[in-house]
């Protein structure tokens, strides 16, 4: 389950993949947007993560 930590690292540190200007979502360019939406994403894997390990008594 750990592994699931690192989409936010894949989805953030290959900039080509966002570095562009459109489409745009309510006046914010994608390059913007796309890395806001990384922040409740990566919020919502560690608490996953984080729940998952608890079940299976991990520190």
Do not use: C, D, R
Not at 11 to 40: C, D, I, K, M
């Amino acid at each position: 389950m750990k592994h699931l930590l690192a989409l936010p690292f894949i989805g953030l540190l290959s900039v080509p993949l966002y570095n562009q200007e459109t489409p745009s979502l309510f006046g914010f360019p994608f390059f913007y947007w796309y890395q806001f939406l990384w922040v409740p994403i990566t919020s919502a894997l560690i608490w996953f993560v984080f729940k998952k390990g608890q079940a299976k008594g991990e520190e």
